[in-house]
């Protein structure tokens, strides 16, 4: 990862260039513009082409304008505003340093390729016209090429990985915010509303009032968890129907809250398991950074090659009925559909409704990968296609291949009395806890009291649960075995 330059800059504004890191405090693109003691021009490029099937999906985008909203009033009451341009990031960029003759540019490093690719290309145009991109670290706690084995080489396992990285981190306690980032008149700048981030279909009320874009709304859920989950998190996240886990995940992918921030946030609540167990949670994330660093074709291509042969379904049907929460087996309904609703997804809800998928129904990994990506408020590259890899056994660091989650039993386990299946699957909400993970098993009057019909009301599953486990451990072991 490139660091800031020692090169002194030329006269002339700083421009301050926002992506996946839309705040103002623990900023270090931020401060190093704003302590350059020049003008500074903050700016906002929506480069949908560079990132082509990767752009940012549906959900993602309603955060987006929420967040830029967010940023421009933070930045408005500092003194300054955001301009907003759209197109190929580095011509926006060459052409805005040529406007208002800039001297420098700084930014965040991203963990995404056609991010680095870009930004190396940039760095030579701009040392051309005596100008110096900065590369700050706004997103990660660590560089993701800083953390070696003993030979030197990237991490493909979490353990090893997770060690070196305890070793080697000790935040540095997080910046400030700028009280006032001086500004000139700003150069022209597109108006949000006419990117279209929202939907032109009104499918987001739900989102809407679940969730606060923007600095402000990450750190008051900072500070909720910290004052109410934290200490019980190792426990409490695996609750499904409870608000056991920090729900930062959008506000971490958008940059909304540094991951520094929230490190240091632990050393609040009182020390013990929950707050180790959610350190090792960001420790993940930034594996994930790690992965996608040296692996970047880690979100369209299976890591282990024996799997890029695997013989996945075609099935449509059986996609779109668990797209929309209909498979017939309510823990994952319950998942897909809040996904739906919400734009997010209990973590261990999205490894039993991912496993069902690339298991059970023998989908492509592929499928779900994208899906998620549309319908996530955190769609996030690295998170995202190692997590998926990761359920479906083909990646880095893969779950057992014979480790095929069963539905029910997952079910019983982390949503014993059914609230969450209640809450997202309405029409199942009249029947008894111990038939709520396995409607199919109930005695008829058991659902005619709940007024269930299965087929009619509810779906029958998609997939025999003990056929589908079969199907998939046979292709499973051809497949590892072929490689062993
Ligand atoms: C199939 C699948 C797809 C996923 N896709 C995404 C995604 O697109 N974006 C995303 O942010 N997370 C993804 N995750 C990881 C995880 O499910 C979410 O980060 C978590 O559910 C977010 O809720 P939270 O903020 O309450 O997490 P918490 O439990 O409070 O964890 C705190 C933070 O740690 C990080 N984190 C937690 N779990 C993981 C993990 N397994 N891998 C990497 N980082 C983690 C997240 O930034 C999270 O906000 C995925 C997991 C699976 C199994």
Not at 129 to 142: F, I, S, V
Not at 186 to 201: E, F, M, Q, T, Y
Not at 206 to 229: C, N, S, Y
Not at 261 to 285: S, T
Request: proline fraction near 8%; aromatic fraction near 10%.
């Amino acid at each position: 990862m490139r660091q800031p330059s020692k090169a002194a800059d030329q006269e002339g504004p700083a421009i301050l260039w926002f992506r996946r890191d839309l705040r103002l405090s623990d900023q270090d693109a931020v401060q190093a513009a704003v302590g350059g003691k020049t003008p500074v021009i903050p700016v906002f490029i929506l480069d949908d082409a560079k990132a082509g099937d990767w752009k940012a999906g549906g959900a993602a985008r309603w955060w987006l304008h929420h967040s830029l909203t967010s940023l421009a009033g933070s930045l408005q009451k500092a003194g300054s505003g955001l301009v907003l341009r759209r197109g190929e990031s580095a011509e926006n960029i060459l052409a805005l340093v040529r406007e208002v003759g800039a001297g420098s540019v700084h930014t965040g490093v991203m963990p995404e390729p056609w991010e680095r690719a870009a930004d190396a290309a940039l760095a030579n145009a701009l040392a051309g016209m005596g100008c110096t991109l900065h590369c700050h670290r706004t997103a990660l706690l660590h560089d993701p090429e800083a953390v070696t084995t003993q030979a030197g080489k990237p991490f493909s396992v979490f353990t090893p990985f997770a060690h070196a990285f305890s070793r080697v981190t000790h935040p540095a306690p997080p910046g400030p915010m700028p009280t006032r980032i001086p500004s000139p008149a700003l150069p022209r700048s597109d108006k949000l509303v006419d990117w279209a981030l929202l939907p032109s279909i009104r499918w987001d009320a739900e989102i809407a009032a679940h969730w606060t874009p923007g600095e402000a709304g990450a750190a008051e859920r900072l500070q909720h968890f910290i004052a109410e989950a934290a200490a019980q998190y190792d426990f409490g996240r695996n609750a499904v129907a409870e608000a056991g886990s920090s729900s930062l995940s959008p506000h971490l992918h958008w940059g909304e809250i540094s991951a520094r921030q929230v490190w240091a946030a632990l050393d609040e609540a009182p020390a013990g398991a929950g707050v180790a167990a959610f350190r090792r949670e960001l420790i993940w994330r930034e594996f994930t950074a790690h992965v996608l660093w040296h692996h970047p074709s880690v979100p369209d291509e299976a890591l282990r090659p024996e799997f890029r042969t695997f013989p996945w379904r075609r099935d449509a049907r059986a996609l779109r009925a668990w797209q929309r929460g209909m498979t017939g087996v309510p823990i994952v309904d319950a998942g897909m559909r809040q996904l739906w609703s919400i734009g997010w997804m209990h973590n261990r809800v999205r490894m039993i409704t991912a496993s069902f998928l690339v298991k059970h129904l023998l989908l492509p990994w592929r499928e779900g990968e994208a899906w998620f990506w549309d319908t996530l408020v955190d769609a996030d590259l690295p998170n995202n296609s190692v997590n998926w890899q990761w359920v479906a056994g083909c990646g880095a660091d893969p779950s057992p291949f014979f480790r095929i989650f069963n539905p029910v039993l997952q079910g019983k386990k982390f949503d014993p009395e059914g609230a969450y299946v209640r809450r997202w699957v309405p029409e199942l909400a009249g029947l008894d806890t111990r038939f709520i993970h396995e409607p199919w098993a109930a005695p008829d009057v058991a659902l005619r009291t709940a007024g269930i019909t299965i087929g009619k009301t509810y779906p029958a599953p998609l997939v025999d649960l003990a056929e589908g486990r079969a199907r998939a451990l046979a292709a499973l072991r051809q497949t590892v075995g072929r490689a062993a």
